[in-house]
């Protein structure tokens, strides 16, 4: 059972958590369907400005099957996630009693700040996907809405702020119906809420600073509304505007991952190759890192294919999650050998899942010998691709101490 969605003990210094007994442990289950047909297509958010037509954000019904299944492919070494939840769940709570927000002050904003590629964002969809389905007995519908800010600085001078006023009148819109539930996502906030003080001093147009106010006056006026959960994110957190900061009700830092969180992340990837017949499946399989450190780390035939994996994942501390998620890939294309490769596997892979869909009943015995006839004839063994995916890692590094040396360079020039 994972235990993130719950009120187990985490232990903050290194994230792990403790046991959940099924025997004791309040069971809570959701029923859902995800959102179908046309209805789950994301539909754009266009605004007019000098007879342009742009797109100011993206909207996505939920829960949605684009976000089905990301909450559990993020890693993370603090409780982030648990803590998301927590606070989601008991901010539109407050605003179900009606609390006085004169008395108890709280925006129901969320700012995610840290390097790219740590998963802020990803993180900020899989809430509302989350989010949509635990609310599901309190909102009949609920939908996330991006904000494109890159589009929203328009290059005619003084419409930036307008735009934006037009893009919240779309948004106010949507949350008229108290029970709709929205989600409203600005990626890479900065761009919209750079600090107004150094805006001034550096002599840019006043234009930007009027983009600035307009985004604080509008999180303001949606703070009334209770139906209503604001998720921003940043990569530079030192530019933000402070008073859009001080309007966060919460402030999370999301980092690259340590050791322990790369070594679920390789499992993840691991057991996912394994499931579709493109490496060999193990007789003991993949061990919990709770489990491989109950066992102290000793080699044996059982812990032997867990033990490279935890090898290489100390290698790879410095590497952010979405460069982690892509090695897997780069493993095989390029690290492989060409005996591995063979060229009709996918093609027959292709034509079995043809197959089922054609027919209504498949029975899960002949889903699993399709499974172990693939595993069989073409699927890598396991060692073999995780010195791959170290070869993989390698790489990788050498290509950012490339990056980073000739970014010295340039500087210098």
């Given at each position: 059972?994972?235990?993130?969605?719950t009120?187990?003990?985490?232990?903050?210094?290194?994230?792990t958590?403790?046991?959940?007994?099924?025997?004791?442990?309040?069971?809570l289950?959701?029923?859902?369907?995800?959102?179908?047909?046309?209805?789950?297509?994301?539909?754009?958010?266009?605004?007019?400005?000098?007879s342009e037509v742009?797109?100011?954000?993206?909207r996505w019904?939920?829960?949605?099957?684009?976000?089905?299944g990301l909450w559990?492919?993020?890693?993370?070494?603090s409780?982030?996630?648990r803590?998301l939840?927590k606070?989601?769940?008991?901010?539109?709570i407050f605003?179900d009693?009606?609390?006085?927000q004169?008395v108890?002050?709280?925006n129901?904003?969320?700012?995610l700040?840290?390097?790219?590629?740590?998963?802020?964002?990803?993180?900020c969809?899989a809430?509302?996907?989350?989010l949509?389905?635990r609310?599901?007995?309190?909102?009949t519908?609920a939908a996330?809405?991006?904000i494109?800010?890159?589009?929203?600085?328009?290059?005619?001078?003084?419409?930036?702020?307008?735009?934006v006023?037009?893009m919240?009148?779309?948004?106010?819109?949507y949350?008229?119906?108290?029970?709709?539930?929205?989600?409203?996502?600005?990626?890479?906030?900065e761009?919209?809420t750079?600090?107004r003080?150094s805006?001034?001093?550096?002599?840019?147009?006043s234009?930007?600073?009027?983009v600035?106010?307009?985004v604080?006056t509008h999180?303001d006026?949606?703070?009334?509304?209770?139906?209503?959960l604001?998720m921003?994110?940043?990569?530079v957190s030192?530019?933000?505007?402070?008073?859009?900061?001080?309007?966060a009700?919460?402030?999370a830092?999301?980092?690259?991952?340590?050791?322990?969180?790369?070594y679920?992340?390789?499992?993840?990837?691991?057991?996912?190759?394994?499931?579709?017949?493109l490496?060999?499946?193990?007789?003991?399989?993949?061990?919990?890192y709770?489990?491989?450190?109950?066992l102290?780390?000793?080699?044996?035939?059982v812990?032997a294919p867990?033990?490279a994996?935890?090898r290489?994942?100390?290698?790879?501390?410095g590497?952010?999650?979405?460069?982690?998620?892509k090695?897997?890939?780069?493993?095989?294309?390029?690290?492989?050998?060409s005996k591995?490769?063979?060229?009709?596997a996918?093609?027959?892979?292709k034509?079995?899942?043809?197959?089922?869909?054609?027919s209504?009943?498949?029975?899960?015995?002949r889903t699993s010998?399709?499974?172990?006839e693939?595993?069989?004839?073409?699927?890598?063994p396991f060692?073999?691709?995780?010195?791959a995916?170290?070869?993989?890692?390698?790489?990788?590094f050498?290509?950012?101490q490339?990056?980073?040396?000739y970014m010295g360079d340039?500087?210098s020039?």
């Amino acid at each position: 059972l994972s235990t993130e969605d719950t009120d187990c003990s985490v232990d903050r210094e290194s994230g792990t958590q403790t046991a959940v007994y099924l025997e004791t442990a309040p069971l809570l289950c959701h029923v859902y369907r995800l959102v179908s047909g046309d209805e789950a297509d994301p539909t754009h958010e266009t605004l007019e400005v000098s007879s342009e037509v742009i797109r100011g954000g993206t909207r996505w019904a939920l829960p949605s099957s684009a976000f089905d299944g990301l909450w559990d492919s993020l890693v993370y070494d603090s409780s982030v996630k648990r803590d998301l939840l927590k606070y989601s769940e008991s901010a539109l709570i407050f605003s179900d009693y009606e609390v006085s927000q004169h008395v108890i002050a709280w925006n129901r904003v969320i700012f995610l700040h840290g390097p790219p590629g740590t998963g802020k964002t990803s993180l900020c969809r899989a809430l509302a996907h989350k989010l949509s389905i635990r609310l599901s007995h309190r909102f009949t519908s609920a939908a996330l809405i991006e904000i494109n800010t890159v589009n929203l600085m328009s290059k005619w001078f003084s419409e930036s702020a307008r735009l934006v006023s037009q893009m919240f009148s779309s948004i106010f819109e949507y949350v008229e119906d108290s029970n709709h539930l929205v989600f409203l996502l600005v990626d890479e906030v900065e761009s919209l809420t750079s600090v107004r003080k150094s805006v001034a001093s550096a002599c840019e147009p006043s234009d930007a600073l009027r983009v600035v106010n307009a985004v604080l006056t509008h999180l303001d006026q949606l703070k009334h509304c209770p139906n209503v959960l604001v998720m921003a994110t940043s990569n530079v957190s030192g530019i933000v505007d402070p008073a859009f900061l001080d309007r966060a009700d919460i402030r999370a830092y999301i980092g690259p991952p340590s050791a322990v969180a790369i070594y679920s992340i390789y499992a993840s990837c691991l057991n996912e190759l394994i499931r579709v017949g493109l490496i060999e499946r193990q007789k003991s399989g993949l061990l919990n890192y709770r489990v491989l450190s109950a066992l102290q780390f000793v080699e044996s035939s059982v812990t032997a294919p867990s033990l490279a994996v935890w090898r290489l994942a100390q290698r790879s501390v410095g590497l952010n999650g979405r460069a982690l998620r892509k090695l897997p890939l780069l493993a095989h294309a390029f690290h492989m050998d060409s005996k591995y490769r063979p060229i009709q596997a996918p093609l027959q892979a292709k034509q079995r899942v043809t197959n089922n869909d054609d027919s209504e009943n498949v029975s899960p015995q002949r889903t699993s010998a399709s499974g172990s006839e693939r595993n069989s004839s073409s699927a890598v063994p396991f060692l073999v691709f995780v010195e791959a995916l170290q070869r993989a890692v390698n790489r990788r590094f050498s290509d950012q101490q490339l990056i980073t040396e000739y970014m010295g360079d340039s500087k210098s020039v």
